[in-house]
């Protein structure tokens, strides 16, 4: 079975600095990757995904994150935390081969400080 | 907006009782999906419906059903409630059944069973 690990439900950082958001995943076939954010009182929004070809992967916002299939890891960054990229982060991933719906980590709280 | 729709946004009952959540998938989309947000479980995936059809069960309690109408609608019934049933549901959807592409969430229904 797919699972997805997001170490650190909660990170803080100050303005301007690296935001670095750690998942690591569990799948026995090749994993399509995701990063969802969520910001209060709002649903799902994708930020970035990976399914094949290019390992870097950018998405919106200037964040982008890397596949690391040897680290089975799929962490997030962001050169420099804007005051607006406080919200939850969620990891996800999926088997498209077997159709299956998104598996979700269980959550990163980002808090940028001014 | 995503133009996922669902109502009600928030809903208080009681133990015992049995309520209706409802989506309004995107227009063109097919599939939908279930999903409950819980402070201690996450973001847990409950059932999946393609074109009016069940395509994949996650977490989904005995005491919950769903189903997706022919204008694809979707609706998701919590029966005989109890107080660890308090949550957020959200609802999702995409264009196709496998999980390479983007989930579009509604806002989702506060539920809370006193």
């Known amino acids: 079975a797919q699972s997805v690990t997001q170490l650190g439900s909660h990170v803080s950082v100050s303005e301007g600095a690296l935001v670095l958001l750690r998942c690591n995943y569990s799948?026995?076939?090749?994993?399509?990757l995701f990063w969802y954010v969520q910001y209060p009182n709002q649903g799902l929004q994708l930020l970035l995904k990976y399914t094949t070809g290019a390992t870097l992967v950018k998405g919106i916002n200037g964040f982008e994150a890397e596949f690391k299939k040897s680290e089975t890891s799929f962490h997030l960054t962001k050169p420099s935390a804007h005051m607006s990229d406080a919200a939850e982060y969620f990891c996800a991933v999926s088997d498209d081969q077997a159709g299956t719906a998104l598996i979700f980590g269980k959550g990163t709280t980002l808090s940028v400080s001014s | 907006d995503s133009g996922v729709t669902q109502t009600p946004k928030h809903l208080i009952t009681a133990t015992g009782q049995r309520v209706t959540l409802r989506c309004s998938p995107r227009s063109g989309d097919l599939s939908v999906y279930w999903y409950q947000q819980s402070l201690d479980q996450g973001l847990q995936f409950l059932i999946q419906?393609?074109?009016?059809?069940?395509?994949a069960k996650g977490n989904i309690l005995e005491r919950f059903s769903a189903q997706q109408f022919p204008d694809l609608h979707s609706e998701l019934n919590l029966s005989s409630l109890e107080l660890g049933d308090s949550a957020l549901y959200f609802c999702a959807s995409s264009v196709a059944s496998g999980g390479s592409g983007e989930l579009f969430f509604g806002e989702g229904s506060r539920l809370t069973v006193l």
């Open positions: 799948s026995s076939v090749p994993p399509y």
């Open positions: 419906y393609y074109n009016g059809e069940e395509r």
